[in-house]
């Protein structure tokens, strides 16, 4: 079982920028694939951004490419995204999520991750 705990979610205003973390527990972090989804009210989970095992792959959703960066730490079993010049449509509660895979291509489906983190709140004003 993987625990995640994200955190660097808060306030801020348009064009401002946000850096998320998201700890994971176990030993088997370096073999995941990561990623982070979104959710604003009413609308669907949506997927954000992913990166392999190696950091040697990313995805990212079209709607955040050229703004947003993952990257991943697994000497701290943690991953981060970076999110710069940001938008009041990137409100939304974001999620890091687990794929068990070591899929060198990681995956952009919300079905295909394992373990889910409990959320953590970006608000951007504008």
């Known amino acids: 079982q993987v625990q995640l705990v994200e955190s660097g979610g808060g306030l801020v205003q348009a064009g401002g920028s946000l850096r998320l973390s998201c700890a994971a527990s176990g030993r088997t972090f370096r073999t995941y694939t990561m990623g982070w989804f979104r959710q604003a009210p009413g609308k669907e989970r949506e997927f954000v951004a992913a990166i392999n095992w190696s950091a040697s792959r990313m995805y990212y959703a079209d709607s955040v490419k050229g703004r947003f960066t993952i990257s991943r730490d697994n000497a701290k079993n943690t991953v981060y995204l970076q999110m710069n010049s940001l938008k009041s449509e990137d409100t939304a509660v974001y999620y890091c999520?687990?794929?068990?895979?070591?899929?060198?291509?990681?995956?952009?489906?919300?079905?295909?991750?394992?373990?889910w983190g409990q959320g953590t709140q970006v608000t951007v004003s504008s």
């Open positions: 999520a687990a794929d068990r895979n070591s899929n060198y291509y990681p995956p952009r489906s919300k079905d295909e991750y394992d373990y």
